[in-house]
């Protein structure tokens, strides 16, 4: 198939010069062109591969070496008729004619003059067609002569501002005198298309086909230009570019020579020889090689660099593989938390338990997730510091109280201006080891709302099985949590998830015993507050007495916060004394707490002073521990109704209709008449109104007083008692039995009535108060009413009326 080659030029022959004045019509063989135009006087190689064209230019060189080459106006179509050519071609000589091993033929022809097609002779085996040449007159007048100059002036610019155009193509067209000759010239080397070509080329009048490719050649101009201008900048752009990294290369030569560095290129230096040194994992490591190589060729006023250097400080920060050895000893690690913390004999089983299945079993052991749970006070967080020493771990510590955020958690994506790890990151950065002890302090106070759940966050950190590849949003990679040992604190369970709750080991931290808090007081708060205040060691001394007084009067509370601030008060008075030169007291006796202290703030529920009737002692679990309550029941001539005071709760309320209802069912064998529920209205009162009461555990002691109130027989009064009550008479178990017991003891009472369910929970009881108590295990309301009701024929006084137990303010919530 024909196509465009390189154009050659040649001036026309004396033999040519005759031709174009002849006007004689022949018929000539055609040769189709296919994206190409051929002009009168060009000299131009072609590629012949149709059979048809292959058989034209055999029969030319038959004979005259003559063919007309006219263009193609469908490009695609494989055998042209003379339909789809143009009507004006050009005849052309075949100088040269070669067979190529391919089957193709090359060619070398030359444009001779234009002939127009008047019809076909012959369709097969080749195109053969009646031809005319075209007259054209090549007068030069003085508007040709203008248009030739203007012509030649914009092709000389547009000759310098192509990079496709020889400058020997101006040279030549200089050397035209025809100006005819000149536009064609002109148009074969300018970069048209076939149609604008085969326009010069049917365009006969050599004025107007100069003044169509002066257009042309103006178009042609305003591109090169604009081009031109385009590649200056971005030239313009490089060039500064490459001076400044050239300056920059040099400015670093000269330095290593002087013996001096760029501080920039120092930093980076120093970054990747960190990276190259450090511990972390392959993974870490080939993400932090790849955001250092963007480091380095980004320049330092970029907005990005400085999120990429806080990310490569924070993979670098981070400890990846260092640890701390964990001490095995066990009697060293006993120790060390008896020394810290009196008591909490679960809480140390479950630490040494640990350490030797820890000491067995070494790697193959997953760490717990333990959760202490307990009222405020009582050494949750001192006791994650005294298991880290008694590890020979690190201790850190991260409170959740009041976390809404997602994020915190997690941390935010680097696409956020200012994004930085979640605080789980953050926190293991602190420790600077994979293996510290880990608490999370007050896990029940996380909140939630439209930034997301910290408490689902959570989940993946507490899972054993899923926190070796904790995934933080900000670092984008996997992240080994489980080599640290996490301990959470809480004082309810109620408001943690469950999906939380069951991926924690729950150890409950019970409020403290007084004779506990007194232990406590002499080991640890009173050595601490005379160090603290700057007294000598043998400079105050407290009785038992006094710490009794102290912990009954002026606190309550189920830890030893206030028990440390009340001894804090006495040393800080003494220190006062000491520097007026004032005598003060050496032994702090109960009898001068008032001196220090003022008057008693708080006072415990005291035993009723004789028995009544209508009047039972409950014992109730308060966070402050346990106390007494009492139970006012009156019946009075009315219609059956039943009135609730006391600022009760929903269950406490349901607990007293169960009471009545029991009381009415079983009013035979309890010797109350029937009809006397109809005439009489029963109004149940618990003292202390303004503090809120609830619970299923005053259940027997309401039924108590109830029958106490309609039978007239009554309770005695060194008898309290907690358990929940059914329909059926049934004393079902409660919670708090240990606070209770203790309780019941220091208001002075002596028997306690007890669900026979929770008779395990009384034996995790102190040694000396179940000493000093009987205690009566009961299954049924009949065994409750033996133990606490009076017959009438013992009651040898008429019936006191009810005087309320005395309790601190404080909120009965009883644990079911």
């Known amino acids: ?37 051929l002009f009168p006087h060009m000299l131009a190689p072609l590629f012949v591969g149709r059979q048809r064209s292959i058989a034209a230019i055999e029969e030319a060189m038959t004979y005259d070496r003559v063919v007309l080459a006219v263009s193609q106006r469908e490009p695609d179509l494989e055998e ?17 004619v070669l067979k190529m091993p391919d089957g193709t033929t090359s060619i070398v022809v030359q444009g001779q003059r234009r002939m127009r097609i008047l019809d076909a002779t012959r369709e097969a085996p080749f195109l053969h067609v009646r031809v005319m040449p075209l007259y054209i007159d090549e007068e030069r007048t003085l508007s040709v002569e203008a248009m030739m100059r203007a ?18 193509s101006y040279i030549m067209a200089m050397n035209v005198d025809e100006p005819g000759w000149l536009a064609d010239l002109i148009a074969s080397t300018l970069p048209l298309d076939v149609a604008q070509r085969q326009e010069i080329l049917e365009t006969l009048d050599p004025e107007e086909r100069l003044r169509r490719l002066s257009a042309m050649l103006t178009k042609e101009l305003d591109v090169l230009e604009l081009e031109s201008r385009i590649q200056s900048q971005v030239q313009k752009e490089v060039d500064r570019s490459q001076r400044e990294f050239f300056l920059r290369e040099q400015l670093k030569a000269i330095q290593r020579e002087l013996g001096q560095e760029d501080a920039l290129q120092r930093e980076l230096s120093q970054l990747r020889e960190r990276v190259a040194t450090s511990t972390m994992p392959e993974q870490i490591r080939v993400r932090a090689i790849d955001e250092l190589g963007r480091l380095e060729v980004m320049p330092p006023a970029a907005p990005e660099y400085s999120v990429i250097r806080t990310y490569l400080d924070w993979l670098l920060a981070l400890p990846w593989s260092e640890a701390t050895e964990d001490c095995y000893d066990l009697r060293l690690a006993a120790k060390i938390l008896d020394q810290n913390h009196y008591g909490l004999p679960r809480v140390k089983d479950r630490i040494l338990e640990f350490i030797a299945v820890r000491q067995l079993a070494g790697a193959k052991q997953k760490t717990p997730i333990l959760c202490f749970v307990g009222p405020p006070g009582v050494g949750k967080t001192s006791l994650g510091r005294s298991i880290a020493e008694a590890l020979g771990r690190k201790f850190v510590r991260l409170s959740l109280g009041g976390v809404h955020d997602e994020a915190e958690i997690r941390g935010h994506r680097r696409t956020y201006i200012g994004a930085l790890p979640g605080r789980i990151i953050k926190t293991m950065k602190e420790a600077g080891t994979i293996n510290p002890v880990f608490m999370l302090d007050e896990v029940d106070k996380l909140g939630s709302d439209f930034r997301g759940d910290p408490a689902s966050a959570l989940l993946e950190v507490l899972d054993p099985e899923q926190n070796n590849t904790f995934s933080d949003h900000y670092l984008d990679l996997p992240y080994d949590l489980s080599k640290a040992l996490f301990i959470t604190t809480a004082n309810i369970l109620d408001t943690i998830p ?40 043998d400079a105050l001394r407290f009785t038992d007495e006094a710490l009794r007084q102290i912990i009954r009067l002026y ?17 800080r008075k003494t220190a006062r004394l000491i520097s007026e030169r004032r005598s003060h007291a050496r032994l702090i006796r109960p009898s001068i707490l008032d001196r220090y202290l003022g008057s008693p703030s708080h006072s415990l ?31 009075m001539e ?10 009760l709760g929903d269950v406490m309320r349901e607990s ?43 259940g027997i002691t309401l039924a108590t007083a109830l029958i106490s109130a309609l039978t007239g027989r009554p309770v005695r009064r060194d008898v309290a008692m907690t358990g929940e009550i059914t329909l059926r008479g049934r004393v079902l178990t409660v919670g708090g039995i240990r606070e209770k017991v203790l309780g019941a003891y220091r208001a002075g009472i002596r028997t306690v009535l007890v669900p026979k369910k929770n008779e395990r929970d009384v034996a995790e009881s102190s040694v000396t108060v179940r000493r000093k108590l009987t205690f009566v295990y009961v299954e049924e309301m009949s065994q409750v009413l033996d133990a606490a009701l009076l017959p009438l024929s013992d009651q040898s006084q008429e019936v006191a009326p009810a005087r309320p137990a005395q309790k601190a303010n404080g909120t009965f919530t009883e644990s079911a």
């Open 1 to 37: 198939m024909p196509e465009e080659s390189p154009v050659l030029f040649d001036f026309p022959s004396q033999q040519q010069a005759i031709l174009d004045g002849q006007q004689i019509e022949r018929e000539l063989p055609v040769l189709p062109l296919i994206n190409t135009v």
């Open 80 to 96: 042209s008729g003379l339909s789809n050519l143009y009507t004006i071609g050009v005849e052309a000589s075949v100088q040269r």
């Open 151 to 168: 012509v030649l002036a914009l092709f000389e610019k547009v000759v310098k501002l192509s990079r496709n155009l020889p400058d020997d």
């Open 498 to 537: 469950r999906a939380l709750r069951d991926r924690m080991e729950i150890i409950d931290l019970p409020s403290y015993l007084e004779e506990e808090k007194v232990q406590i007081a002499r080991q640890f708060l009173i050595p601490k507050q005379v160090e603290a205040n700057g007294l000598p060691a």
């Open 555 to 571: 606190t309550y509370e189920a830890g030893v916060r206030n028990l440390e601030r009340q001894i804090g008060a006495i040393c």
């Open 605 to 635: 529920g005291l035993a009723e002073e004789r028995d009544q009737v209508g009047v039972a002692t409950g014992i109730v679990y308060t966070g402050n521990g346990g106390d007494i309550v009492s139970v006012e029941v009156t019946a």
């Open 638 to 647: 009315g219609k059956g109704g039943l009135t609730l005071t006391g600022q």
């Open 656 to 698: 007293a209709q169960a009471a009545l209802s029991y009381a009415r069912a079983n009013a035979g064998c309890l010797g109350i008449a029937q009809q006397q529920f109809d005439k009489t209205d029963i109004h149940i009162h618990l003292p202390e109104g303004a503090v809120p009461k609830d619970g299923p555990s005053a």
